[in-house]
């Protein structure tokens, strides 16, 4: 089945600079990327996704890549802000449906002032 | 817009009880989802509702049992709590489209089983 790996599990940055979070599945059919953010004690909400028609997606400071070929999609937070430390989590669609999501493990992003 | 509720927030059980969490979504979505959530595993889908009536398997569906009883609530039952079950659950939904959509997530159940 379907298999998310995502790294790395932690990972700490300055306040301004950037952080990349990366992903990869096995699946080559799987064509929904989404990622969520999660905070301590709240829910997983959405903060970008990508579709397999499309290579790169940017919303203000965080910006989605995906490489279909090597099967890696990437996540990138630029000016961090000590707002951005949460957990993130990528996710996959699962072939066959396209509602089903395999998640990855998280990364827990710490941003120090 | 309440968006998806779960009751209850917490709970303790001792092994072998039973209990039910309940999950409601407000914004009509068709399908409904159940996840466990445990440190360094990230979230794992228990069981899955592709519309009212339908239920599906997911990755660690072992002593769970759910049902979707209308198209608003989607109920996860323990028949007989384990020590393995304590985890963080939360419910989530979406609209049925092709080419992927955004799930919603409840606020989660922190459950304990002593």
């Known amino acids: 089945g379907e298999n998310v790996e995502q790294h790395p599990s932690t990972l700490s940055v300055q306040e301004g600079d950037s952080a990349v979070i990366k992903c990869t599945y096995s699946d080559s059919a799987s064509n929904y990327f989404p990622w969520y953010k999660q905070e301590l004690g709240k829910r997983p909400q959405l903060i970008i996704d990508i579709r397999s028609n499309v290579g790169e997606k940017k919303d203000q400071r965080i910006a989605v890549t995906l490489n279909k070929t090597a099967k890696h999609f990437s996540l990138h937070i630029t000016e961090t802000q000590p707002e951005d430390s949460a957990v993130y989590f990528c996710?996959?669609?699962?072939?066959?449906?396209?509602?089903?999501?395999?998640f990855g493990t998280g990364t827990r992003l710490q941003v120090f002032p | 817009n309440a968006g998806v509720t779960q009751t209850p927030k917490f709970q303790v059980l001792k092994t072998g009880q039973s209990m039910t969490l309940q999950c409601a979504q407000d914004?009509?979505?068709?399908?409904m989802y159940w996840y466990r959530q445990d440190p360094g595993m990230g979230l794992r889908l228990i069981y899955y509702s592709a519309s009212e009536g339908t239920t599906d398997k997911g990755e660690v569906p072992n002593g769970y049992n759910v049902s979707r009883l209308n198209k608003r609530e989607f109920s996860l039952r323990l028949e007989s709590a384990a020590p393995s079950q304590t985890s963080v659950y939360f419910c989530a939904s979406s609209e049925e489209r092709a080419g992927g959509e955004e799930q919603y997530f409840g606020p989660g159940t922190r459950l304990t089983v002593t």
């Open positions: 914004m009509n979505h068709n399908s």
């Open positions: 996710a996959a669609s699962i072939v066959g449906n396209t509602d089903k999501l395999i």
